[in-house]
């Protein structure tokens, strides 16, 4: 997720306050001499208005309409002066005794329903903006107010189509480009709304929040590298706001950046530290390369807010990682504890009793999660899986055609579903359909890491070593510092003869785990092949200082007898 003031985007305010400039000229006396007398009070008005100076400002306005009560400039100007002073309610009354003497002022209309819709009183300001575009259906500002106060309403698609009327009239307002951006944004019209922002950025380059919500919109469509770009934007506009590093953190973190997505987490956290969101989702980064500061960031998200199940359903999955699996099950309860409608709780208490060799338990969990979600895809293939350790083999064999089956069904997204349906026929030993199941899967996401190695794990299986290795090498591409993915792409070269390029794939691979013993060794033995004899021995070395007694390495050593 990305994060908003609310959900769709930042919140959205009056972008103007409506000046009304004094473009009414004064006509000669025809008899009525109390123009004499209350100009000098309008006028003396006017420059401490300008001023800034709006409460000394009033006595003079109100001497002006009261030497001359038919003046519907004067009482415009005494309304526009309660409205800056935020007197509404008289001010209200002001504009009111304005637009009896002048009816036709259509600037009037639009500052008095400004004034409305700050009372919350947003139909009577509609009407009043409807009354001025009657006027003069070429102000921009009443077609962008009117907007505004539609958006209150929540009568976006109505917004939507004031901002074109404003846009059209006067195509060059920034601020109205925004706005209509983040109407867009709310409605889920993404490719609508960024195209919005891109013209509002062009107009206000250094409007953080413009850059910000691109951002989010850039999200949505799934193109966070431009993403990334628009936070970086937006930081660099604002270097201390927590909310462009948090949802930096959340485009970093899709890009599998999470070293990264780890940096602007901290960065949020420490602009809010105690925000749970940001601890939890850095939790969801950490996770990837250093487990247990997952847990303990997801430790410190419970400290701030105890009574959400997601929080402690993560924590779960990531002791179930770290073969911790009573205490993983004990997160599972407590998430169940919370709320007993999470499937992914159910989910994840499966696991764990499967993972404890709980088989009956394992499978009532399973069987919650699908009473809960009849469609949840994973939990089916678990229920096949815990099936087949309890030797009820036909039923493991439905269970997975179930995966299938229901994959099939209209209205399900193939993107959603592919990976299920993929893994159910893998276990099938159906391996060409698995394969034609994740390449459904890339053809709508061509960046999905887990379609590109599961694809690879089938042709592996199906000895496809060339085609296993190009899916492996797509993987790599989109996560570059995946351990899997390197060690499986390792593998099957050294399986081909390409040793040299094996090679290349141990050294990411000890990069990433430079702990692991048996990469190391493994790396001495293909340098071996190759011929390169004092390069295997040093791995060979490695590997001793990290397990003394790896009698292997301690074998392969002593045959070219060089000393520790």
């Not at 400290?303 to 959400?308: G, H, R």
């Not at 599961?454 to 199906?462: A, H, P, Q, Y």
């Amino acid at each position: 997720m990305t994060k908003t003031n609310s959900q769709s985007s930042q919140k959205l305010t009056f972008l103007t306050t409506l000046e009304t400039a004094n473009t009414e000229t004064l006509s000669p006396p025809k008899g009525i001499f109390s123009i004499f007398s209350a100009f000098p009070e309008y006028d003396r008005g006017n420059r401490l208005y300008e001023m800034g100076r709006y409460e000394s400002a009033i006595p003079y306005y109100e001497n002006a309409v009261k030497i001359k009560p038919d003046w519907a400039i004067g009482w415009l100007k005494l309304a526009d002066t309660l409205y800056k002073l935020r007197n509404y309610e008289q001010a209200v009354e002001a504009y009111k005794k304005s637009l009896s003497l002048k009816p036709n002022a259509h600037q009037a209309w639009n500052s008095y329903g400004v004034v409305l819709s700050n009372l919350r009183q947003y139909e009577e300001a509609i009407v009043c903006f409807d009354k001025g575009i009657k006027i003069n259906p070429n102000n921009y500002e009443l077609w962008f107010n009117k907007a505004i106060v539609l958006i209150q309403l929540k009568q976006y698609l109505s917004a939507i189509n004031c901002y074109k009327k404003a846009l059209k009239i006067q195509p060059m307002k920034g601020e109205i480009w925004y706005a209509q951006g983040q109407a867009l944004l709310t409605l889920k019209k993404y490719a609508e709304a960024l195209a919005a922002y891109d013209c509002a950025v062009k107009l206000q380059p250094d409007n953080y929040h413009i850059w910000l919500n691109r951002g989010l919109a850039l999200v949505q469509t799934q193109r966070y590298a431009e993403a990334i770009i628009s936070y970086d934007h937006a930081i660099e506009l604002q270097p201390e706001n927590y909310l462009a590093w948090f949802n930096l953190g959340i485009a970093q973190s899709k890009l599998h950046k999470y070293h990264d997505a780890v940096s602007s987490f901290n960065k949020a956290i420490k602009l809010n530290p105690d925000d749970y969101e940001a601890w939890y989702y850095k939790g969801l980064a950490l996770k990837n390369h250093w487990k247990e500061g997952g847990v303990a960031c997801f430790d410190k998200a419970i400290n701030f807010n105890p009574n959400l199940p997601e929080i402690r359903i993560s924590r779960g999955y990531i002791l179930l990682d770290l073969f911790k699996y009573n205490e993983s099950l004990e997160s599972f309860n407590q998430a169940i504890t919370i709320n007993s409608n999470y499937p992914e709780a159910w989910l994840g208490r499966g696991k764990a009793f499967m993972a404890l060799d709980k088989y009956n338990e394992a499978l009532i969990a399973y069987g919650n999660a699908i009473s809960i979600e009849p469609y949840f895809l994973e939990a089916w293939n678990c229920r096949g899986e815990v099936l087949e350790k309890l030797q009820k083999y036909d039923q493991a064999l439905a269970a997975y055609d179930k995966v299938i089956e229901m994959s099939f069904q209209q209205g399900i997204s193939v993107a959603k579903v592919g990976l299920q349906r993929g893994a159910a026929l893998e276990k099938l030993e159906r391996y060409t359909e698995a394969i034609a199941a994740y390449d459904l899967v890339i053809g709508k996401q061509p960046d999905n890491f887990d379609a590109w190695l599961n694809r690879g794990l089938s042709l592996e299986k199906m000895a496809n070593y060339e085609g296993a290795v190009f899916s492996y090498n797509q993987a790599i591409s989109i996560w570059p510092s995946n351990y899997l993915a390197w060690s499986k792409l390792a593998f099957i070269l050294e399986e081909l003869e390409r040793y040299e390029e094996a090679i290349t794939a141990y050294d990411q691979i000890v990069s990433l785990r430079p702990g692991n013993h048996q990469i190391w060794f493994q790396r001495g033995v293909i340098l071996e092949k190759l011929g390169y004899v004092q390069e295997a021995v040093s791995s060979y070395n490695i590997v001793l200082q990290i397990k003394p007694d790896y009698q292997k390495a301690i074998e392969r050593k002593n045959k070219f007898k060089v000393p520790v």
